[in-house]
């Protein structure tokens, strides 16, 4: 029946007809967990020429459209609330071509279409002794997703952004035609599109720099939480290739994660790493004591101190033999590495029923330890009203680090009106929390969550992610962008989607509409 629906409504919503039935689109974490409230379609499509196709019709009709690649997304802000919206699924058109490293170079090029995630590009350029270096996010997201809402590895070092892995973009634009952007920081078209929100249209196409293989050593230590609160903390990040931070506030700990290049014939270890896979026996000791979580805050510091001592062995196997890796430092090539992905006998903890909402916002660096300070003051403050604040994430609340990289919405952007130094980088704090599923759905204190992201945001010169906040954090958030970025990235906004087709919640909130 659903599929009948589908047919029905795509029929209806390409020709243009007004009133079609609608219901949600859903984030990576299924159902309940909209990433669009209401929309008229989602269309699997099959090809550029079919992006195309759909594109132009949408277009003919001003009919509301929007891409979509994994649904790597946590709140319902992908769309606008327009019921008529059509999903465009960039997920089947995965063709990569073009691959070009001559034997020696240090760099070479490779195109990728729409759909291709992480994995199965890494996959595909390790079967061909090459890299896409740092520039890489997670396993579930597609790289023009990524590419669209400004994701970025951790690291100050080397390039983390993963547009700074981009030569040139291929744009379906809301007239349905196909636009070429070059990389370009002279170029208003280059700066927006570089992290564009969809606004501008659909990343059909890109031409990536890729690098000859290589391997990496992981290495993990334990720090007391004075010791980075009051520590160097760009020193810190700033020696290793990729480098982050795991805090840990009902225990006082922080876990320091760094990782580098080694020699090929260093080590014969394949290390694997898995970040969101889980048993199904760890998944329901984990929901019983979350849920429970949302009223007794004793399940919670068990929960974290349980996390923190699981989390302080490597979470690895060696790739070879599905065995786990116990030590310190672990060795591998460098998707598997820094990345990993799923257990072959596991399941994502979220198909595991383990969901969650999360608050990511990027600060200068020079600010890192006031911004740190300023979350422990507001965990003390709620532990001296007897409320004691943990994590409720398996690996911890996420510190991580960004290198500069220009363009007008990105987070390490630098020389902006708010006077703040971005020139060494950001740190990103990102608070993943369980969401319970019992009562009202609300977490362990929920108040307290919309207030630290007032007090972050007002106290700040902070930059929200663009797929990790709510409503409310980007309406306030706004006042700390540079208006003049607001203003040239709309300009290239109306230029490339002149009937505002690709209309977002987020670029209604930042005024691309006005």
Same mark, same amino acid.
């Given at each position: ?8 409504? @795509?029929?209806?919503?390409? !020709?243009?007809? $007004?009133? =079609?039935?609608? #219901?949600?689109?859903? +984030? *990576? ?70 691959? @070009?490293?001559?034997?020696? !170079?240090?760099? $070479?090029? =490779?195109?990728? #279409?729409?759909?291709? +995630? *992480? ?78 929100? $969809? ?8 031409? *990536? ?306």
């Amino acid at each position: 029946m659903p599929t009948l629906h589908r047919t029905i409504v @795509s029929i209806l919503a390409i !020709a243009g007809v $007004g009133s =079609v039935s609608a #219901e949600p689109y859903n +984030t *990576f974490d299924g159902e309940g967990f909209p990433a669009c409230n209401d929309v008229a379609l989602v269309h699997n499509a099959t090809s550029v020429d079919d992006i195309v196709s759909i594109v132009k019709n949408a277009s003919a009709n001003g009919t509301p459209i929007r891409p979509s690649g994994k649904g790597h997304m946590w709140y319902d802000t992908m769309c606008s609330d327009n019921p008529e919206t059509i999903i465009v699924r960039t997920e089947f058109v995965n063709g990569i071509a073009n691959f @070009s490293l001559e034997e020696g !170079a240090e760099s $070479g090029t =490779v195109d990728i #279409e729409a759909g291709v +995630t *992480f994995l199965q590009f890494a996959e595909y350029l390790h079967d061909n002794n090459a890299s896409m270096g740092y520039t890489l996010v997670n396993w579930n997201i597609t790289m023009a997703g990524a590419v669209a809402m400004g994701g970025h590895r951790s690291a100050i070092r080397e390039d983390s952004m993963v547009a700074a892995g981009v030569l040139s973009l291929d744009i379906v634009n809301g007239n349905g035609d196909i636009v070429t952007i070059e990389r370009d920081e002279n170029n208003d078209d280059w700066l927006a599109a570089s992290t564009s929100l $969809g606004l501008l249209g659909v990343i059909v196409r890109m031409k *990536f720099k890729i690098y000859p293989d290589f391997k990496v050593f992981a290495k993990q230590e334990t720090l007391d939480e004075d010791d980075v609160l009051n520590g160097d903390i760009y020193g810190m990040i700033a020696p290793y290739a990729t480098a982050n931070l795991w805090w840990w506030p009902y225990m006082k700990k922080f876990h320091w994660r760094y990782y580098d290049e080694v020699p090929l014939t260093l080590s014969d270890q394949q290390g694997f790493q898995n970040t969101f896979s889980i048993s199904d026996a760890e998944a329901t000791v984990a929901k019983v004591t979350l849920e429970s979580g949302k009223y007794l805050a004793t399940s919670n510091m068990f929960f974290e101190t349980t996390a923190f001592t699981l989390w302080s062995a490597p979470n690895f196997r060696e790739k070879t033999t599905q065995q786990a890796v116990l030590e310190w430092p672990v060795y591998g090539w460098n998707y598997d590495v820094l990345i990993g992905g799923l257990y072959p006998d596991q399941k994502p903890e979220w198909e595991e029923g383990l969901h969650g909402a999360t608050l990511e916002l990027a600060f200068p660096i020079t600010q890192a330890n006031q911004m740190l300070k300023r979350v422990r003051q507001a965990f003390d403050d709620e532990a001296a009203k007897g409320i004691i604040m943990t994590s409720t994430y398996r690996s911890g609340i996420n510190i991580k680090f960004g290198k500069p990289f220009y363009n007008f919405l990105g987070q390490v952007t630098y020389n902006t009106s708010d006077g703040a130094d971005w020139s060494k980088g950001a740190i990103m704090f990102d608070f993943p929390t369980f969401k319970p599923t019992i009562g009202d759905g609300k977490r362990f204190n929920e108040d307290f969550y919309p207030r630290l992201a007032k007090t972050l945001i007002d106290e700040f010169p902070c930059r929200p992610h663009w797929t990790k906040n709510t409503r409310d954090v980007f309406t306030n958030a706004t006042k700390n962008l540079d208006p003049d970025h607001l203003a040239r990235f709309k300009v290239v906004r109306e230029k490339f989607d002149p009937q505002g087709i690709f209309k977002s919640i987020i670029g209604e909130i930042l005024g691309m509409y006005d």
